[in-house]
Each structure stands twice: as structure tokens, then as C-alpha cells.
């Protein structure tokens, strides 16, 4: 079955960086849409960025567009999330996930098959 594995969380200050990172076996990387997810307490999970097969496209929301930069490294079958100028309010469990093939609407997470566990982000003001 996929792996999905993040790692790179932590707690900064507004204003900082963070880099996170997201290993996956049993997963060909350019068969499938990536993306990243997050959720904080008491709200939905949302999408944030994806890529799709041969980074063709990236999606972002809106709310992080010219802050967040996702990427992968198909030789690591590593998916990165760089997330720079962070805000309090980009305080969330963060989540990688895959699917085959391309996506449809790409930061809906319910177009997603596979998951991680998740790696919390927290932003002090």
C-alpha cells in the first residue's frame, strides 16, 4: 500500500519560515496529483497546494499563493511544502496526500486516496 510519511513541522514565530516534507513508497511519482492539507481545530480540512503528474500544474489557495511553494523530488519520492512569511493563522495539523492520475478540482481533499498522519505547524504571533 502508499506511504505517506511528513515531516518538517514545528513552532515559529510570525514571520518565519519552515520547510516541510513528505516521503512516500509504493508510490510512482508522476503517475499521480500530490498535495498538501491542512487543519486546524474546529475547521475543515482544506487544500493549500498540489501538483500534478510531471509538475504540469501547481495549485494554491488563496490564502497562501506567493508564500507557500510545493515541489518534488521524484528521484527521493519526495513532495516539499516551503512555506515562508507564516502567520498565525497558518497554525495547522498539515497533511500530505496522493492519488492516481491527475485531479479535477486539485485542493479538494476528497479527490485524494492516500494520506499521511500528519505534521503540526504552529505560528506564534
Known amino acids: 500500500p502508499v506511504h505517506l510519511v511528513e515531516s518538517g513541522g514545528g513552532s515559529v514565530q510570525a514571520g518565519g519560515y519552515l520547510n516541510l516534507a513528505c516521503a512516500a513508497s509504493e508510490y510512482t511519482f508522476n503517475k499521480g496529483s500530490m498535495g498538501w492539507f491542512r487543519q486546524a481545530p474546529g475547521k475543515q480540512r482544506e487544500g493549500v497546494a498540489s501538483i500534478t503528474p510531471f509538475n504540469t500544474n501547481t495549485y494554491y489557495a488563496d490564502s497562501v499563493k506567493g508564500r507557500f511553494t510545493i515541489s518534488q523530488d521524484n528521484a527521493k519520492n519526495t513532495l516539499y511544502l516551503r512555506m515562508n512569511s507564516l502567520k498565525p493563522e497558518d497554525t495547522a495539523m498539515y497533511f500530505c496526500?496522493?492519488?492516481?492520475?491527475?485531479?479535477?478540482?486539485?485542493?479538494?481533499?476528497?479527490?485524494?486516496?492516500?494520506w499521511g498522519q500528519g505534521t503540526q505547524v504552529t505560528v506564534s504571533s
Open positions: 496526500a496522493a492519488r492516481m492520475g491527475t485531479c479535477v478540482d486539485c485542493l479538494s481533499p476528497k479527490f485524494f486516496d492516500y
